[in-house]
Every structure is written in structure tokens, then in C-alpha cells.
């Protein structure tokens, strides 16, 4: 068999099996979703709700086109998402020193405890999925998947 051949199977194979990882990985996400739903992390609309709140409680304070970047999502998207949770008191608009127009979302009180509750069920949702899978496995998953997110988020730039 010649080198190049070899190459292109190896290829076929590799490319093969990341079609195979991207069906599983949209199919594992739209049941995440709808667990996400059922335990309050996502919205009826299915909009982030404990995503938003996560970024607010570990990155600090921003603006509504910032989350959308790191999402990636619309940024109509994540202003619905946000006048909603601004409406519930989980989230605040606050100004923004760098930027008269556009308004710095951040957490507010309620919204640090309505992250906690979400954050515990879906903690305890982890724990009882992971109840049957080996570690070594679970830890190669994320290191897959954070490198396909490194690739892809290249690619979306």
C-alpha cells in the first residue's frame, strides 16, 4: 500500500469518526438542553439563563455584545435573555465607564443565590450520570471536546 493511500485512510478514519464525535456531541446536547430545562438552567425559550448568570459570577460585570462573543449568540439574543432576568432582579444594569450607551450587566443578590441553587442541580444531575462512566473516559471527553472548541471557536474568528 502506498504512503499516500495509508495517509488518506487515516484521514477518511479520523474525519469519519469526527462525524461520528459531532452527531453525538448535537444529540447530547439537545437532551442536555432539555435536562437544562427541567432543572431551571435554561429557559423555556432556550435562552442560557444559569449560562448568563455563570458568566456574570466568574467573569465580572459586561455588556451585552461581550457575553454574546463568548457564547457565540446573537446579541438580540442575550438582550431578550437579559431584560427578562433584569426583570426577575437576578441580574442588574449598572453604567458602564468605559461606555455611556452601553449599560454593564452584573449579578445581583438573588441572582447569586438563584446560581447556586441551578448550580447544585446540575451538580447533582452530573453526579448521577457520571454514576456509571470511568473517569479516565470522562477526563479524555472534556480534553476532546475543549480541543474541538479551541479548533472551532479558530475557525469562527
Do not use: C
Not at 19 to 48: C, H, N, P, W, Y
Not at 111 to 118: A, S
Not at 119 to 131: D, G, H, M, P
Amino acid at each position: 500500500m502506498s504512503l499516500n493511500k495509508v495517509n488518506r485512510t487515516h484521514e477518511t478514519a479520523n474525519g469519519e469518526a469526527m462525524q461520528e464525535l459531532m452527531l453525538e456531541t448535537i444529540s447530547v446536547f439537545f437532551l442536555l438542553r432539555a435536562v437544562g430545562k427541567r432543572i431551571g438552567a435554561v429557559t423555556a425559550t432556550d435562552g442560557g439563563y444559569w449560562g448568563i448568570l455563570r458568566s456574570l459570577k466568574v467573569e465580572g460585570a459586561q455588556t451585552v455584545p461581550q457575553i454574546a462573543r463568548s457564547r457565540p449568540v446573537s446579541r438580540q439574543h442575550v438582550q431578550k435573555l437579559a431584560n427578562e432576568m433584569i426583570a426577575e432582579g437576578v441580574i442588574e444594569s449598572i453604567s458602564n465607564p468605559a461606555h455611556q450607551k452601553s449599560k454593564l450587566l452584573q449579578i445581583t443578590a438573588k441572582g447569586e443565590l438563584v446560581f447556586q441553587e441551578i448550580s447544585e442541580r446540575i451538580a447533582q444531575e452530573a453526579e448521577s450520570l457520571a454514576q456509571d462512566m470511568d473517569i479516565d473516559e470522562l477526563q479524555i471527553s472534556i480534553k476532546v471536546l475543549r480541543r474541538l472548541s479551541k479548533q472551532l471557536k479558530q475557525m469562527l474568528r
